[in-house]
């Protein structure tokens, strides 16, 4: 079921943006910002400009340098549309409408459609093809975590344990957009050159949006969940939200797509509803919000629809909507599992902590 543009116009759009979601929002821009540049705030048009930190190489820097720049833009770039191609750059955007990552379940067997080779595969710095057996999928959410942190965050050996994450952490360099841009165009023996795959624009959109997330100019991983070894989903939930503010802010920019329950929309395969999705993936979901669902793709990529960014203001005020939202969606009452087969989480669960009802 999609919404077209009159009902979004008269409902609001939903707040919590998963696979088969059903709306779509328009992305906030900002201008890329040079070493002198101010950037705006990309999540309201009456955010407060802040002046963009000086790109400067660092010795603790965690990117190496790259030898081919990216090209600067003149178009403003789209901070949330650099957050969903983070999350999938073949599900977002036109020109990859085609890619197809080679599948996981043929060892050594590039068998997709698209890229340079045109089988599904990438390649690395020095040509050699980097192929999907440990079913990474070509995506950098997959190579550095849903937190960006790479091995010391939630797909790190301390939690989730994903095979294919990197030890990169992009939240702990201080690598000017400019400087990742280039990184991720030209790869490295792990890391795919991704230059073959998303042009200047692309890539200078999730070279700033890594940037803006790592500043707080975007929502934080951190300032939303806390990293928690050995609990269910290695994750719990940060102190602060309130779950009253979050219900009402549900009903504007939710309730017109996933009903006034959370229960009208499924995902994955209708294991969960909106309310079970956040209570037990919260450390993705996060992303999505802030960001938007990846845009209708092709074959076994296909979605309902599309939706862009849900939150508003600045990095501070977008964290306490989103944690307003999360303390809300905690409520198993309020927002029930409804016919979703998947379970619910259990009292006491560590994810939603004190926002459990």
């Known amino acids: 079921m999609q919404c077209d543009a009159a009902r979004m116009k008269r409902l609001g759009v939903c707040a919590l943006v998963l696979a088969f979601s059903a709306c779509h929002t328009e992305s906030p821009q900002v201008p890329l910002p040079d070493s002198s540049a101010q950037v705006v705030q990309s999540s309201s048009a009456s955010a407060p400009a802040v002046v963009a930190p000086s790109a400067s190489a660092s010795a603790s820097a965690v990117v190496p340098a790259a030898s081919s720049a990216v090209a600067q833009p003149a178009a403003p770039v789209d901070l949330a549309l650099g957050g969903r191609l983070y999350d999938s750059f073949f599900r977002d955007g036109s020109h990859m409408a085609g890619f197809e990552p080679d599948a ?46 790479g091995e010391s965050g939630i797909y790190g050996a301390g939690y989730m344990k994903k095979g294919y994450v990197l030890k990169v952490d992009l939240l702990s360099g201080r690598e000017s957009a400019k400087e990742l841009a280039s990184w991720l165009k030209n790869g490295t023996a792990e890391v795919p050159a991704y230059g073959s795959v998303m042009d200047d624009a692309s890539l200078a959109a999730v070279s700033e949006f890594i940037v803006a997330v790592r500043e707080r100019k ?49 995902f994955d395969g209708g294991e969960f509803s909106l309310g079970s999705h956040a209570r ?22 296909t979605y309902i629809g599309t939706m862009g960014p849900q939150l508003k203001g600045t990095g501070a005020e977008m964290t306490r909507e989103l944690l307003d939202l999360f303390a809300a969606l905690c409520d198993r009452a309020a927002f029930p599992k409804g016919a979703a087969k998947g379970k619910d989480v259990d009292n006491g669960d560590a994810r939603c902590r004190d926002y459990l009802r």
Request: proline share 4%; hydrophobic share 25%; with cysteine.
């Open 104 to 149: 996981s379940s043929t060892k050594g067997k590039a068998d997709g459609k698209g890229g340079p080779r045109k089988d599904g595969s990438l390649l690395n710095k020095d040509g050699t093809p980097l192929l999907n057996d440990a079913g990474h999928d070509y995506r950098l959410k997959n190579f550095f975590g849903w937190d960006l942190r």
């Open 218 to 266: 975007l929502v934080h991983p951190a300032d939303v969940f806390d990293l928690k070894a050995g609990s269910p989903g290695n994750y719990s939930l940060r102190s602060g939200g309130n779950a009253a503010r979050g219900k009402e802010l549900y009903g504007e920019r939710c309730a017109g797509c996933h009903g006034n329950d959370g229960t009208k929309l499924l």
């Open 280 to 301: 037990q993936k919260a450390y993705e979901d996060w992303l999505k919000i802030m960001n938007g669902q990846p845009g209708t793709g092709t074959g076994k990529w």
